[in-house]
């Protein structure tokens, strides 16, 4: 099997900056796309940005051009730069990849989702 590891949330100004990771291990033989999901009380989870294993990206109309979503070389982190937060974006975030591993083939995997305030 495999899993996500997310780190990075926490409470923070509005107009401050946090900086999500997300590190994938296991037995992966590829990883075809990750991602970040936010899910507010009361509300649906949506997509906040993803990342292909070719580097395009997409991002939810509301954090663009405030988030940032990268990987590092070997493809099995993520990252989600958030700057210029705002109250609306309080969530538990969850890391999601599109993954193949040994046996088990190709399916979704979900980190356990790591909480993001924005208060004062």
């Known amino acids: 099997q495999a899993q996500l590891v997310e780190s990075g949330g926490g409470l923070v100004q509005p107009g401050g900056s946090l900086r999500l990771s997300c590190a994938a291990s296991?037995?992966?033989?590829?990883?075809?796309?990750m991602g970040w999901y936010r899910q507010a009380p009361g509300k649906e989870r949506e997509l906040v940005a993803k990342?292909?294993?070719?580097?395009?990206?997409d991002y939810a109309d509301s954090v663009l051009g405030r988030f940032t979503i990268s990987r590092d070389n070997a493809g099995n982190t993520v990252y989600l730069q958030m700057n210029s937060l705002k109250p609306e974006d309080t969530a538990v975030y969850y890391c999601?990849?599109?993954?193949?591993?040994?046996?088990?083939?190709?399916?979704?995997?979900w980190g356990q989702g790591t909480q993001v305030t924005v208060s004062s």
């Open positions: 296991g037995r992966i033989q590829s990883i075809n796309a």
């Open positions: 999601n990849a599109d993954m193949v591993t040994i046996f088990r083939g190709r399916r979704d995997y």
């Open positions: 990342i292909t294993s070719l580097g395009s990206t």
